[in-house]
């Protein structure tokens, strides 16, 4: 089944612990992109890949690190979250062009303490 | 620079009412790509529809429509006799593809929450 992967779907940490929500996609897409929901903001991107070794920054990029290693995964570390209100992390995957359909992943709900 | 406007907060109906979300978007390019998500009281966002800039048909998926009208800029989705099962946020998205490199953003609207009750 073709899907966007992305662990864990629920994650509780604490004020400045560095941690990493994984993603993978299984449709070969050689674009794929990390988002935020937070209420009232609607979803932004965090950051983007091309392909392989390519990433560039989104909208919201600040206190946040990715990598494309593989194809396939868009690992999204998040350096020092801070005590927000709870935000939902969205993967994303599409084929190549802008028009391709974009396809997300479940997303993974952060809580900071 | 590209904005999505969906204007309704919240939307409250009650089952087998029609309902049109709407959406209004702003871009300078002359090709570009609009979608709806839906998104379930789950969490996951879910791909309804995708439309580009130059296909001005409107399209009709079961209860499902879409009004795409380029000279008042919008994308409008109309839900008709909705069902408690619509209940989710409903997104509408734009983005634009000048050379069609795939660097261009999906720029989402804030969304709409749509309350179905029996």
């Known amino acids: 089944e073709a899907q966007v992967t992305q662990n864990p779907r629920y994650l509780i940490t604490v004020t400045g612990k560095k941690l990493t929500v994984t993603c993978s996609q299984n449709?070969?897409?050689?674009?794929m992109s990390w988002y935020r929901q937070d209420p009232g903001l609607g979803l932004r991107q965090i950051y983007y890949?091309?392909?392989?070794?390519?990433?560039d920054k989104g909208d919201v990029p600040e206190g946040y690190k990715v990598s494309r290693k593989e194809k396939r995964n868009f690992p999204l570390i998040l350096e020092s979250p801070s005590p927000n209100p709870t935000s939902l992390y969205f993967c994303a995957s599409r084929l190549t062009g802008a028009g391709d359909i974009q396809y997300f992943g479940a997303g993974t709900r952060l809580s900071v303490l | 620079a590209q904005k999505v406007t969906q204007a309704q907060t919240e939307i409250s109906v009650v089952e087998k009412e029609d309902v049109t979300l709407d959406c209004v978007y702003e871009?300078?390019?002359?090709?570009?790509?609009l979608f709806w998500y839906k998104q379930p009281p789950s969490g996951e966002l879910v791909f309804l529809i995708r439309?580009?800039?130059?296909?001005?048909q409107n399209e009709i998926s079961g209860r499902y429509s879409w009004n795409f009208q380029k000279s008042t800029s919008s994308f409008n989705f109309t839900i008709t006799a909705s069902q408690v099962v619509d209940s989710a946020v409903y997104f509408c998205?734009?983005?634009?593809?000048?050379?069609?490199?795939?660097?261009?953003?999906?720029?989402f609207g804030k969304g709409t929450m749509l309350l179905v009750s029996p």
């Open positions: 449709m070969n897409h050689e674009y």
């Open positions: 439309r580009n800039s130059f296909d001005e």
């Open positions: 871009t300078r390019d002359t090709t570009y790509y």
């Open positions: 890949s091309m392909n392989v070794e390519v990433t």
């Open positions: 998205a734009l983005t634009t593809a000048e050379a069609d490199s795939g660097y261009s953003t999906l720029t």
